[in-house]
């Protein structure tokens, strides 16, 4: 099954994930990695999104946040738009450098804030770009160096963070340590960053247990939280619905990105609409076909019309999307 509409709520605490195109570096030397870190600040001031957590990657960005009254999508459109522009131009390259869809998780902030600290926070050494805490703490790309005050960041809200893990300074950070210290042998990939029910409750084995005893319980891929969470934000959704944009300024959005990417490619929209897969018109349809139904929720057979294929042909590139 696809991916919903993403859910957007101002205010929400969102895990996001983002990655390089074709699991492409998005950053190629430290000059490259102050901007991302320059323009992720500047952005939550701007905006009002509140900044928990951050590790840059050589190709993928985790960012732990709650958005401000745009929400996430305008914080995110700003951010990886804005850096694409500029690594583009200081590497004379051309052409897409994130994945088309980046991954954002709405989490219940209560059961799962401290974990997604840690999880975050630990990318760095479960990758084996530092050896230990000490050496992760000397790590500039990661907010926790923040937290052990190695660096100053203003924007991020380091004692926010701090405070789910004791009353003063000295407690939380030798609480949150410790903490750190328990969660290196733990992997919290499928609760964090698996799917629907699984990461609801907790890997599949919980899953499992819960089928056994007879319970049933919602999940959303795009959740992280139990059922009544799920359900509140999903009633939410639901409300919300009516302000979204107009199946006219949908429809406008995808000429223009049809145009855009034809540009680019060097096509006319008709060639590209006819059907032909010569050099790299396939994957630029997919990268489309993915986009309209995810993003701006058109249906299959809409989007097959706007790129000349058939409904089967988009159902297969974003089952395939990832």
Partial sequence: MPRGPRLDAP????????????????VSDDDDRIEVVRRMGKLAKDSGTSVYAYALMTN?????LKSGKGGLATYMRRLLSGYAQYFNRRHNRSGYLFQNRYKSIICEEEAYFYKLIAYIHLNPFKAG??????????????????LMKRIVHDWLDRDYVLQFFGRTEGKARKAYLAFLEEEIGIDR?????????????GGWSNVQSMRQQGLKELGD???????????????????????????????ELVQQDITA???NAGVSVAFFRSGSRSGSLSALRKSLAQKFVQEYGLSFAESARQLGVTTSAVSSMVRKGG
């Fill in 11 to 26: 205010g929400a605490l969102h895990h996001v994930i983002i990655r390089g195109i074709e699991r492409g570096a998005i």
């Fill in 261 to 263: 990417v034809c540009k």
């Fill in 60 to 64: 993928h960005l985790h960012i732990l």
């Fill in 189 to 201: 990939e499928s609760e964090l960053s698996g799917g629907g029910l699984v990461r609801s409750h």
């Fill in 129 to 146: 770009i530092v050896g230990s805490i000490d050496e992760l703490a000397r790590y500039p790309w990661c907010s926790h160096s923040v």
């Fill in 221 to 251: 891929e795009r959740i992280l939280g139990s059922g009544d969470f799920v359900k509140s934000l999903l009633a939410e959704a639901e409300r919300d619905v009516e302000q979204q944009i107009s199946a006219g300024e949908r429809l």
